[in-house]
Structures are given as structure tokens and as C-alpha cells.
């Protein structure tokens, strides 16, 4: 890439067009997406944006960066995988609220715990929106909107903020849809992160559940960045669920987060070293040869 | 037949029965000799019951023999859980320690020649002696072992616990030996020589385990990212890569379940990186989906599966050949992949490295077929041959005038192989997908796109040349054993045996399961009027797999039985001679 090129956010974009409704909230995250990778004027080939299975994350192939669209639930493994691997790439996993905290779960709280140098960005609509609308983890208890669930799933809805907070996370935020600007800026911060961060985004179904076009007129940029995480966990005793902005950026050393992967080495053994391992005059050891 | 002793060296968990039959192995390596030892636990993973299983020999062996020559018993605790392991030669001795009781019936049934020995009593006399190195001292007498090279092992293994422990070790040793000379009469004919093992050539021998093997072989081709979940009797392969990889510059990240760890090594594949996980049955049961997902997305990877008893949670110490249906036929929709194995411990390690090219090359799964005979067994093997084979993708190289959209990921070619661009190559940006996509990977519906798909990626597996590493063939005789994996030194062996009573058989034992390399296997066949097909499984699973891709000749016998026992030559041979007879009669 020419150093010289000044990127545009419609440079990050594909020529495929989305499967999602008109008035999808995914369009405003890809938006913001674009902007926040424009504003922080990554080359498309070393941003790679990885997904599992649901309509939010069908996001990868409308950019024009390297994508992955896997298995469902999976995203936050393959990130993983590329992010240690590959440590001079910028990952972003995302997908939905059923992709990341329901058959997914298990890996958002070891992502959390791991610290992995990448963002995870969920689109959280509470609601299965590819199978036609049944409730998500994040569905109220007495949402009866399903016919899988006629009464309502019955369940307490799962609190992605707090999750990720005890589990570990080190950048944990929320954002909204309707606002590009304001959630290009949080993922611009999310992904200049050097560890694993953590973005939830209301970002509205409105086929499934029409009443989310109220969200706009819900949402306010209640959070200041906290640097502390018990008054964070204080911060969410509070919330309401719609409270926008950056909650808590750990320092990078602090506790609760692993430290962030070595540095690839040099081959400092070869591998005729290594098959020496396994002869039988090793058995004797050196002090031997004279005796 | 190969001339062989066998010794069993059995106590309770921590009494260093473990350390004694490894010490033994070792010492035997630095004579010059070639042996196996497999490890028997129950299921307590402290204090249970375990036995340290060997058979030294002459030349190389990677069998089990039908019995043993020798038993030392350090105490007795559940020895009754393993009776049925233990078979004994009708002439076989039996070493115990009186102080731990009477000889349990079903040992002392098995053979008349018993010698008493207070091992436990002769270490108490030594300061900071243990009853385990007195045992050592004496079966390594016993088992015609030179007294220097068990001395000389012993000092380089507890070198690092201090003088002291080297001191008590050594006395031990010697009051063991003298122990076994007390009864000369005792002592059992021996093969094995120490005047004719040339030690240079023994010293470059490898003295390893199947899961070591994989591992080195695997590091050897090229994989750079292991991701790990932990599994009996798997484990060993990652521990082993653990310590290894970041000397090449890899890396290994532990997952939080099997569900990760593939995924993880799709996303590091995907980068470029080679990868490889390793699990047993439970795990790639756990894996499959994503297995399949690596077949769409064309994504190389390489999951060694160590296989144990099943279903379900079965007997994870004991072996089994039966996640072949699962390795081969379990990915829904049709995915086409390789799965290989390897015929022996040694093998595992060249196998290993063909697996990782196999996975670059055809940009692919591959699932490499082990087990727990294999991989949990120690021998003393001559090095690979030849250098082991390293990796290779066929990358992407932008051309100089292409658009930045130019790139066809899933382009079709002659052999169906697409150049594979990864993250970091300006202009191979693509969408990886598991939905049906087109060329260029965008998900698609159409029929063209999914026939096509479907086309390139059966194409790149039925065009690709798997050279002389498909499988080995022994002998030319006209009846002829088809086995696979660990089934394979024990099929040779019976081979061997019928060779020595004027029966000739011929022995192809398969590494490459899937796609089944049916042209070579026929024309391996040719002029074969009988057949024997030998596996470790109780429905036959080989014997089906075969049957639904092969001509086999008739008559066909399918001979398989389940773990946990393993597979012994003597069993093979009463059936190669049943066979025969058939045979005679239907003449």
C-alpha cells in the first residue's frame, strides 16, 4: 500500500451487497467500522475481521479487508488463533448476541480472561434475527415475541458489561448504531487497545423487534472512563442498559489481565538440536563420554 | 521370528515401577538392544495399580509379544485388575517380595517358577534405598543386561538429586544383581549380546514414544501454532510441543475446550502459520463442525488424533482402533479431507511431517489416525531414513497489473489447488467462508457455484500424487493380511512367524485411510488369493471401509476384536492358520 494514499471509509468497504433489512442497525456498524479503520489508516491487508454465524456477522465480507466468516459461535477462537499467531495484524471478532454470549459464551469469558490482542465487537439486537426472531441471551425474561418462547424465554438476560468485567476484560465499553460518529471513535480505541477489548453495540432489529426503533430516543453517553475496576463494577450497579461511551480501560499491566503474548523469537534451536533430544547418548550424558 | 525377552515390572502407584521399566528401556538402548515398553495404569491417577510392560530384543520391535518371560512384583495390590494383561509363558519366572504377602492365585496359576526376594527389606538396609532400584538392579540381571550401561543410566538420571541418591541408587543396583545371581538357576535364557551391538550406531538410535514422534515430526514439517486441550492419552503430544515450539519461533496457546483449540488453529492457519492440534475421540467428536468448516474454507490444518477405548468416555488408558468411521465418514455434508496413520511408534514421526504436507499442500484437514499403543509406548527405534518432508502452500503472488479485486481465492484449477493469499499480502484480501461462496469467496446458492466448489475440492484430493508413502508392503506371499496403525508390528510379526513355519503372507499395512489409495492397494493384491483384514475394533470398521471402495479378493476374512488387551502376534497367526486351512479344504 502507498504510504502517500490517503484511505476514505468507503476504501474498507466491499462491492457485496448486505443481506441485511433496510434500517438494519449493522449498517451503521459497518459505517462506523470504516471510519474507525480509515481514521486510523490501517493498510486492508493487515486488518483481518473474523465472525461466526447470524446476520450481524455477515459484516466481513462487505469490507474490503481479509475475513473470516466461520462456524457458529466461534469468532472469538479464530481471532484468537490469528491474533497469537499472527501478532502484527489488527483482528476484530464480531457477530451477535447469540453468535458471542449464547453458543459462544464459553469463549467471550476465556477471551475476556486470555487478553489477546484483539476487539470483539457484538451487535446486540436480543434477538435471533437468521432463524426468524427467537429470543437471545440478551432478551428480556418476559419477552413473548416467539413462538419458540410464547411465554417469554423465563430467564434472566445475560449482562455482557458485567460478564466481561469479572471475567477479566481490560477495555469494556458500549456503543449505539445510530451514532457512526461517536462508535467509530470507541472502536478506533477499542482497536489501538494492546490487549482484548470489549464492545457491545445496541444495534436494532427492526423487523423482530420494531419496538428497538426507540432505542435512539433511550440511549445516553452516561460512561466515563474508569480506570479503576471496583468503581467500574460499582459504575454497572446502575446501569440501565442504554448508558453509551467507554466504561473501563484497564492499564495494560493491570491485575485480572495476562500479560499480552511474547514476541515471536528467533529459531534458537534447530531442529537436528531438537531430534537430539531423542538419541540414546543423550541417556548417558556428557560426564559419561570420559569415564 | 524375532528372538525377545518380555518382563513385567508391577506395584502400586509411587512405587517407581514407572521409572524402573524406563531406567530398563534406557539402559537397554545404551547396550545396544532394541525394546518397546508400554505402561499400564489404572484408573487412579495416584496410587492405583500400574505395571511397566517390555520386550527387549536383538532387533527392532515394536510388537507386544503373547507373553512374558519374566514378572517382578514390587507388592501385589490389584494385581487380579491385571491378570488378563499379564499373560505368562508356562515357563515364565516370577519375582516376589515375601514381605507383601503370598503370591496371588492368579500368578501363581500361571507358572510354577517362583523366587522369593525381600526387596523392600534389602533397600531398608540401605541408607535412602528404594525398593524399585533394588528391582531394577535384579531384572536388569536377569534380562542379561550389562550391569555398566543400567550404572551408567542410573547416574545420569539422578544426577540432579545429588551424590547422596546416586550412591543409594548404585547400592541398590547392586543388591539387586546380587539378589538375581543368589539364583542362577533362576536366571532365564537370553538373547542379546553386548560384544556384538556396535555402540556408535546404537547411540544414534532414537529411544522415544509415539506422542513424541508426532510431535517432532509435526514441528519438523513446518507447524508453527499448536492450540491445546488436554486429553488422555493425547496430552504428551502438546506437552512435547509446548517445550519446543517457541525454540522455532511457534507458538502454543492451552484453549478452553476442543471447540477452541480447532478453532484457534483454523484462525493461525488462516494466517499462514501451520498448525496442528492433538486430541482423542471426545475431543474430535467436539471438533467435527469446524472440521468441516476448514473443508469448505480450505483452510490446512492437522489434528492428530490419539485414539483410546469407546464410545464416549470409554477406557482412556487402553487402545483402540476405532475412530476410523468418525475420522473418515463424521463431517456433515461431503467434506472431503485426508486422514492418515502412521504403522508403528518410530513412524509416527515421518508420518506426523506428511500429514502437515499433506494439509499444505491440498489446503485441507488432515486427521492423523494414532493411539494409545502407539503413542503412549517407549522404544528404541533406528532414525527415519530420510530427511523428514517440510511443508509447502501454494501461495498467492499478485500479478503486477491485477486490480486490487482481481483475487479469486477459490479459483478453479486443473488440480483443483488455489493459490491461498493470507493476511499481510496487499491484494489477496478475501472473505474465508464456510456458506457455499464463489471463486472469489462471496457466499453464493447458486448450483454452478456449489457443484463447482464441490468439484475442485473432491479434485484436489483425487489428483494429488501421494507418492510410495500411501502404505508399506511386505512379503509376496498369495495370502495376505490389510491392517493399519498400531495392528500393524503385530500383523508383521505373525507374518514373520508363518514365514518361519514355510507360510508365506503378505502384509500391506495402509497410511493413507482416506482418500483410499485404491489403484496402489489392488495392484498390491495382485496375484493374493486369500485375504485377512486385521484391526483392533470390535465391528470392523477397517474391514467395511475397505470393502465399500476395494475389490477385495474372496475369500475375504475380517479379523478384529476391541481393546482394552492389545493386539499380540499369536493371536493373528491361529487365525492366518485358519485362514489357510479354509483355504486347503476349499482346494
Not at chain 1, 141 to 148: F, R
Not at chain 2, 71 to 84: H, K, Q, S
Not at chain 2, 104 to 129: H, S
Not at chain 2, 372 to 381: C, D, E, K, N
Request: hydrophobic share 45%.
Amino acid at each position: 500500500m502507498n504510504a502517500t494514499v490517503v484511505l476514505r471509509p468507503k476504501d474498507y468497504k466491499s462491492a457485496t451487497k448486505p443481506v441485511w433489512c433496510p434500517g438494519c442497525g449493522d449498517f451503521g456498524v459497518l459505517n462506523a467500522l470504516t471510519k474507525a479503520l480509515a481514521g486510523l489508516a490501517l493498510a486492508p491487508e493487515r486488518v483481518a475481521v473474523v465472525s461466526g454465524i447470524g446476520c450481524s456477522s455477515r459484516l466481513p465480507a462487505y469490507t474490503s479487508v481479509y475475513g473470516f466468516h466461520g462456524v457458529h459461535g466461534r469468532a472469538l477462537p479464530v481471532a484468537t488463533g490469528l491474533a497469537v499467531a499472527r501478532p502484527d495484524l489488527t483482528v476484530i471478532a464480531t457477530g451477535g448476541d447469540g453468535d458471542g454470549f449464547s453458543i459462544g459464551g464459553n469463549h467471550f469469558l476465556h477471551a475476556c480472561r486470555r487478553n489477546a490482542r484483539l476487539t470483539y465487537l457484538v451487535m446486540d439486537n436480543a434477538v435471533y434475527g437468521m432463524t426468524k426472531g427467537q429470543a437471545s441471551p440478551t432478551s428480556a425474561a418476559d419477552w413473548a415475541g416467539s413462538k419458540l418462547t410464547p411465554d417469554g424465554p423465563g430467564i434472566a438476560p445475560f449482562r455482557p458489561l458485567e460478564i466481561a468485567l469479572s471475567a477479566g476484560a481490560g477495555f469494556i465499553a458500549r456503543g449505539f448504531s445510530g451514532d457512526p460518529n461517536g462508535l467509530a471513535r470507541l472502536l478506533a480505541e477499542a482497536i489501538e487497545y494492546p490487549g482484548f477489548a470489549f464492545l457491545q453495540v445496541l444495534s436494532p432489529c427492526i423487523t423482530y423487534r420494531p419496538e428497538q426503533l426507540e432505542y435512539k430516543a433511550l440511549v445516553s453517553a452516561g460512561f466515563e472512563p474508569l480506570a479503576d475496576r471496583n468503581a467500574a463494577f460499582r459504575r454497572l450497579l446502575t446501569d440501565d442498559g442504554f448508558t453509551t461511551g467507554l466504561l473501563y480501560r484497564a492499564p495494560v499491566s493491570a491485575g485480572g489481565s495476562a500479560p499480552a503474548p511474547a514476541d515471536l523469537t528467533d529459531e534458537t534451536a534447530t531442529l537436528a538440536e531438537l531430534a537430539g533430544e531423542f538419541t540414546a547418548a543423550r541417556l548417558r550424558g556428557a560426564a559419561d563420554h570420559e569415564s | 521370528m524375532t528372538p525377545s525377552f518380555s518382563l513385567a515390572v508391577t506395584g502400586s502407584g509411587g512405587a517407581g515401577v514407572m521409572t524402573a521399566g524406563q531406567l530398563l528401556l534406557d539402559a537397554a538402548a545404551l547396550a545396544g538392544r532394541y525394546g518397546l515398553m508400554a505402561r499400564s495404569f489404572g484408573p487412579q491417577i495416584r496410587g492405583g495399580e500400574a505395571a511397566a510392560l517390555l520386550r527387549l530384543a536383538d532387533r527392532p520391535v515394536e510388537s507386544p509379544d503373547d507373553r512374558y518371560d519374566l514378572l517382578v512384583a514390587l507388592d501385589w495390590g490389584n494385581i487380579e485388575r491385571f491378570a488378563d494383561e499379564l499373560p505368562l509363558a508356562a515357563d515364565a519366572l516370577v519375582v516376589a517380595d515375601p514381605g507383601h504377602g503370598a503370591v496371588p492365585a492368579v500368578i501363581a496359576a500361571q507358572t510354577g517358577r517362583l523366587i522369593e526376594v525381600p526387596l523392600t527389606a534389602l533397600a531398608r538396609e540401605i541408607p535412602g534405598g528404594r525398593p524399585n532400584m533394588v528391582a531394577l538392579g535384579l531384572t536388569a540381571c536377569l534380562a542379561g543386561l550389562p550391569a555398566a550401561a543400567v550404572e551408567t543410566r542410573v547416574r545420569r538420571a539422578l544426577a540432579r538429586h545429588g551424590t547422596d541418591s546416586v550412591t543409594a541408587a548404585i547400592a541398590c543396583l547392586d543388591a539387586g544383581r546380587q539378589a538375581a545371581a543368589a539364583h542362577r538357576r533362576a536366571r532365564l535364557p537370553v538373547s542379546g549380546d553386548e560384544s556384538t551391538a556396535d555402540p556408535t550406531t546404537a547411540l544414534d538410535r532414537w529411544v522415544l514414544n509415539g506422542n513424541e514422534a508426532t510431535g517432532f515430526g509435526a514441528l519438523a514439517a513446518g507447524v508453527r501454532f499448536c492450540a491445546a486441550y488436554p486429553i488422555t492419552p493425547a496430552t504428551e503430544i502438546l506437552e512435547w510441543l509446548a517445550g519446543r515450539l517457541p525454540s522455532v519461533g511457534g507458538r502454543l496457546v492451552q484453549a478452553e475446550d476442543e471447540l477452541a483449540s480447532i478453532n484457534m488453529c483454523i484462525g493461525a492457519a488462516y494466517g499462514g502459520v501451520p498448525a496442528l492440534t492433538a486430541t482423542s475421540g471426545p475431543g474430535l467428536s467436539l471438533m467435527i463442525e469446524s472440521l468441516g468448516l476448514a473443508v469448505a474454507a480450505e483452510i490446512p490444518l492437522v489434528v492428530a488424533n490419539v485414539m483410546r477405548g469407546g464410545p464416549s468416555t470409554g477406557i482412556p488408558t487402553k487402545s483402540e482402533q476405532t475412530d476410523l468411521n468418525i475420522a473418515v465418514y463424521g463431517l456433515h455434508g461431503e467434506a472431503p479431507h485426508v486422514v492418515v496413520a502412521p504403522t508403528g511408534i518410530a513412524d509416527c514421526a515421518p508420518t506426523a511431517a506428511w500429514a502437515v504436507t499433506l494439509a499444505e499442500a491440498l489446503q485441507t484437514p488432515v486427521i492423523l489416525l494414532s493411539d494409545q499403543a502407539l503413542g503412549q509406548t517407549r522404544t528404541i527405534a533406528d532414525p527415519p531414513a530420510t530427511a523428514l518432508p517440510a511443508a509447502r502452500r501454494t501461495a498467492f503472488v499478485p500479478g503486477p497489473t491485477d486490480p486490487p479485486t482481481a483475487y479469486r481465492r477459490y479459483a478453479h484449477t486443473p488440480d483443483g489447488v488455489s493459490p491461498m493469499s493470507c493476511p499481510g499480502m496487499p491484494g489477496g484480501q478475501y472473505t474465508a467462508d464456510g456458506l457455499t461462496h464463489t471463486t472469489s469467496g462471496v457466499p453464493s446458492t447458486r448450483a454452478e457455484d456449489h457443484v463447482g466448489q464441490l468439484d475442485k475440492r473432491r479434485r484436489k484430493l483425487e489428483h494429488h500424487d501421494y507418492g510410495a508413502r500411501w502404505g508399506e508392503v511386505h512379503g509376496d506371499g498369495a495370502l495376505a493380511i490389510i491392517t493399519w496403525g498400531s495392528a500393524t508390528h503385530p500383523a508383521r510379526e505373525a507374518c514373520d512367524r508363518a514365514a518361519a513355519d514355510g507360510l508365506s503372507v503378505r502384509l500391506i499395512a495402509l497410511r493413507l485411510l482416506s482418500p483410499l489409495p485404491v489403484a496402489q492397494l489392488e495392484a498390491a493384491l495382485a496375484g493374493v488369493r486369500a485375504c485377512m483384514i486385521v484391526e483392533h475394533s470390535h465391528t470392523g470398521q477397517f474391514y467395511r471401509h475397505l470393502r465399500a471402495w476395494a475389490e477385495l479378493p474372496r475369500p475375504t476374512l475380517a479379523w478384529h476384536r476391541p481393546g482394552p488387551l492389545p493386539l499380540r502376534p499369536g493371536e493373528i497367526l491361529e487365525a492366518l492358520h485358519h485362514l489357510q486351512a479354509q483355504q486347503e479344504v476349499a482346494a
